[in-house]
């Protein structure tokens, strides 16, 4: 089976593009792909953060992944932090990794001017090793990104170009290594069309665990009424009816395929049982779909938040069926780079 490896950080609540661009993604993955799924805790501290918020927020979006059908006889669930390779890896990594690759990354210039440089630090710069040692452990085939992790998946696959160069092949053999490459270079998998939700208070920028407006997303855990609420006063426009794909309606558009992903149905049936809507009654169906999407996902997010002993069981599981593959992978490291190991 060709292997996956994705995750989402828990730096808040999950939300509905988390979860349409994200997790719903991957329930279909498990039944084909050998799937690594985990919590990327590591990557919660590149910005200042609160540490109670982020065990709160950890725990949750395990939860979370098992609510919405991620099963763990098919896939690896875990905490990135459970596994101390990934740390470990990204200290070798960083050593083959030129520090102007670094500095060329987009989100690290993005986030860094918001920031402002006094929070800034070492490990946001360095955030993209950490992610290529995420996914080069696990010698994954492919990694399912949308369009703003791009640029470091292809710094990924650069960097285990570089090390497969610098000390794979018959050096690592005279090593008592195997030979050839020490890491599988690995894929994009570009998400369905579509799958890019829209913040509720502006179509043009994506919906966001960081944006301060609660309004702007739909978390996964709000209530019916929050949800109804949230539909009711997002923005709209004054045109008469609904339509995809009008680059000056791009509100219209985002909710529009935001029922379309909710309900299953394709565009053109969308198209047709929407476009002479107003905006009241399709409001009012998008909110119904959404609550009835969601209300098995947190009756399920109950059970299993409420059941400490299972959710830390299935962490452990998870946690020891991921080690095993990435141990293997930082020792043949190791070995290639010349360490003596006991
Ligand atoms: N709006 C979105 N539409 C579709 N997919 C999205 N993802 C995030 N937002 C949307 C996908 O969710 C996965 C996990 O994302 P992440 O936790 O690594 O952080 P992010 O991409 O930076 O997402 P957020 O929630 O918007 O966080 P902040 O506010 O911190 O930037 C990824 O697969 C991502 O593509």
């Not at 630090?121 to 992610?131: C, E, F, I, Q, S």
């Not at 990694?143 to 990924?156: M, N, S, W, Y």
């Not at 008592?176 to 994009?188: A, D, M, S, W």
């Amino acid at each position: 089976k060709k292997r996956i490896v994705s995750g989402v950080q828990p730096t808040g609540s999950i939300h509905l593009g988390n979860y349409l661009g994200a997790i719903k993604n991957w329930i279909a993955f498990q039944d084909t792909y050998d799937t690594f799924f985990f919590i990327v805790d590591l990557h919660a501290i590149t910005l200042p953060y609160d540490p109670q918020q982020l065990a709160k927020a950890t725990r949750e979006t395990a939860a979370i992944y098992l609510a919405c059908g991620i099963d763990t006889s098919k896939a690896s669930v875990f905490l990135q932090s459970n596994v101390r390779a990934h740390v470990e890896l990204m200290w070798l990594l960083s050593s083959a990794t030129p520090i102007g690759w670094l500095n060329r990354m987009i989100q690290f210039k993005e986030k860094s001017r918001k920031a402002g440089d006094e929070n800034v630090g070492v490990a946001l710069l360095t955030y993209p090793v950490l992610m290529a040692s995420d996914i080069l452990l696990y010698q994954s085939d492919f990694v399912p990104v949308g369009e703003d992790q791009k640029q470091h998946l292809e710094l990924t696959r650069e960097l285990a170009e570089r090390v497969n160069y610098l000390y794979g092949g018959r050096k690592w053999k005279k090593l008592g290594g195997r030979g050839g490459p020490i890491f599988k270079v690995p894929e994009p998998l570009i998400p369905p069309a579509g799958a890019r939700v829209m913040s509720l208070t502006d179509g043009l920028s994506k919906m966001s665990k960081s944006s301060p407006s609660d309004q702007s997303r739909i978390n996964l855990l709000d209530s019916k009424d929050m949800i109804a609420n949230k539909i009711k006063r997002c923005k709209t426009d004054s045109f008469s009816c609904l339509e995809f794909d009008n680059p000056e309606r791009p509100e219209c558009n985002n909710l529009l395929s935001v029922y379309q992903l909710i309900s299953g149905k394709t565009k053109e049936e969308v198209q047709l049982e929407c476009q002479d809507m107003n905006w009241g009654t399709f409001k009012s169906i998008l909110a119904d779909a959404l609550i009835d999407h969601l209300h098995p996902i947190q009756v399920r997010y109950g059970e299993i938040i409420s059941d400490s002993a299972y959710l830390d069981k299935v962490l452990d599981e998870g946690a020891n069926r991921a080690s095993e593959v990435a141990d293997t992978t930082l020792n043949n490291v190791y070995q290639a780079m010349g360490f003596l190991r006991r």
